[in-house]
């Protein structure tokens, strides 16, 4: 059986070859002017789930970048504090030697006396030191100060930062442990090295507790580094992870330009031959005859 093909039967497939032709140049084309493989998640169900992946671990790594630059303020404000604290000690340490001396007159012992309260409220004022408006010694406590009148400190929870997908460093840090609490804090040691000072009494029995206090603040010193370490190789951890997923974006999401535009110029070309192979194959209309 011979099927009849008439010239309607052949402009219609005409026109949908043109379509097709058409709309893939139209693709190539909004390809070309945007850069991107995927302009709508029809193009490609299976790229555009992986781009989306791909995106939401770049959203994290970037929130673990902010995370370790605000815990490196927080850890580079700790350090400031300890290695001030420590310094001031120290100097206590060096007064209360002098002061050991019995044959010091009350004048060179009170001249003593006043640096060491000095130094107490130097370090008072690091024990209170804050970062971003939260206290560096009292972790969450939401109080108006980390050291109380008591010479206690405020408690909280700890105050960490996420720099990963499993880990979390800790950014403050125990104020009772670091300085010690109540009678047993380096400030009530400070106020009974001055007050027997004044009294001309014996202050060499204050040296074994303000050594242990010193060493005390020097281990957390020395932690605080340990994190601040760690949280510079977390650092260079994400830079790595995210230019590892910024080039998988870019192999899933972009296009081969010159690829592309190559694919544009031969898809013109097939379509303008299109054209013209539609144009001498439709048979001419009546206009036509009548010329």
Partial sequence: MITRVTNQTMLHGAQRSLQANLARLADLQEKASSQKAIARPSDDPAAAAEALRVRAEMSATTQYGRNISNGEGWLTQLENAMTTSKRALDRVNDLTLQGSNSSLPPAAREALALEVESLRSELTTQANATYAGRFLFAGNADTAAALAPDL??????????????????????????VFGSGSASAF??????????????????????????????????SEIG????????????????SLALEGERAAVEDVDL??????????????????????????????DFLR
């Fill in 188 to 221: 009530a040691l400070l106020d009974g090295i001055a007050a027997d000072l004044r009294a001309g009494k014996d202050v060499s029995v204050h040296l074994a507790p303000l050594q242990q206090r010193i060493q005390d603040l020097t281990a957390h010193h």
């Fill in 258 to 287: 010159a690829s592309i535009i190559l694919d544009l110029r031969l898809q013109e070309t097939a379509y303008q031959g299109a054209l013209a192979v539609s144009a001498r194959v439709l048979q001419p209309s009546l206009m």
């Fill in 152 to 177: 206690t400190f405020a408690t909280g929870g700890t105050v960490g930062r996420r720099v990963g997908p499993h880990e979390t460093v800790r950014v403050d840090a125990d104020g009772a442990a």
């Fill in 226 to 241: 340990t994190r601040h370490a760690r949280l510079l190789e977390a650092k260079d951890a994400v830079a790595d992870a």
